[in-house]
Nanobody, 124 residues
Framework: QVQVLESGGGLVQAGGSLRLTCVFS????????MGWFRQAAGKEREFIAA????????YNPDAVRGRFTISRGGRKNTVYLQMNSLKPEDTAVYYC?????????????????WGQGIQVTVSS
């Protein structure tokens, strides 16, 4: 059974930083793309960043603007999202996902496995 577990969310003041962690377990695929998405209240889900197994990264420049970094942990089933210079508009539920097709896509529909999401709240 595949499990996707996010951690590291919480409440932070504007200008602060958080690092989200996502751990995948039970995946049988040898290679997969790991992605981060978010959904703010009343808005559609938004792509943030993706990391292909090869190490190639893709970012949503409108959402990230150079403030967020996706990276892989020492264990290849772990992915991080380092978020710096956080703003109130970054407040959302953040989701981690895996794309076993390795498309490296920005589209949520191409991802196969999702975590439950973790709340990030940025106060002004």
């Amino acid at each position: 059974q595949v499990q996707v577990l996010e951690s590291g969310g919480g409440l932070v003041q504007a200008g602060g930083s958080l690092r989200l962690t996502c751990v995948f377990s039970g995946l049988t695929a040898d290679r997969y793309t790991m992605g981060w998405f978010r959904q703010a209240a009343g808005k559609e889900r938004e792509f943030i960043a993706a990391l292909r197994w090869s190490g190639v990264t893709t970012y949503n420049p409108d959402a990230v603007r150079g403030r967020f970094t996706i990276s892989r942990g020492g264990r290849k089933n772990t992915v991080y999202l380092q978020m710096n210079s956080l703003k109130p508009e970054d407040t959302a539920v953040y989701y981690c996902a895996a794309d076993i097709g390795e498309l490296g896509s920005t589209l949520g529909s191409t991802y196969d496995y999702w975590g439950q999401g973790i709340q990030v709240t940025v106060s002004s």
